[in-house]
């Protein structure tokens, strides 16, 4: 019991310590400078998202080899679906009539949109262009996906 009040008053006298010198550092009216503030820009430190929208990635690098057998640079072939890999294809897609959107790489509403208008000539979609990758967009996707893994033997 008595080891147990000693405990107690010393964590209490160093909490009131603490205090009682915050408040004296505050009272004592020096400015301290905050750090500066980094110059880096948000593109030197962007990460690159991966969006393979269920594809594995076998079939990634398949779809990648696909774009690059036809002029396109998706970056590395290495079964992830990153920004340079969806610029390629966003790049496709405008080649193809089917994408308006900037070539920016990110698989937003209408990168999926466009993915739906061609999977729907092409890969047997059946669903609304409504740009959500819902299940029958990821099939479609994956049936292209397999031709490609046929096409080049992944």
């Known amino acids: 019991m008595k080891l147990g009040f000693w405990k107690h008053s010393f964590v209490s006298g160093v909490a009131l310590f603490g205090v009682a010198a915050g408040a004296l550092v505050g009272a004592s009216g020096v400015a ?3 750090p500066p503030v ?5 593109t030197e430190v962007a990460p690159q998202s991966v969006e393979n929208l269920g594809l594995t990635v076998r079939q990634a690098k398949a ?4 774009h690059r057998e036809f002029g396109y640079d998706p970056g590395a072939i290495d079964g992830y679906l990153g920004t340079s890999s969806w610029k390629a294809i966003q790049q496709a897609f405008r080649d193809q009539g089917v994408y308006t959107g900037p070539i920016d790489g990110i ?7 466009a993915l739906q208008r061609s999977s729907k000539s092409h890969w047997g979609y059946t669903g ?4 959500i990758a819902g299940e029958g967009t990821r099939a479609a996707w994956a049936r292209y996906a397999d031709y490609c893994v ?3 033997g992944y």
């Open 150 to 152: 046929d096409s080049y």
């Open 32 to 34: 301290v400078a905050a």
């Open 128 to 131: 609304a262009i409504d740009g």
């Open 107 to 113: 698989v937003g509403p209408e990168t999926i949109k």
């Open 38 to 42: 980094s110059t880096v820009t948000a």
């Open 63 to 66: 779809v990648q080899h696909r």
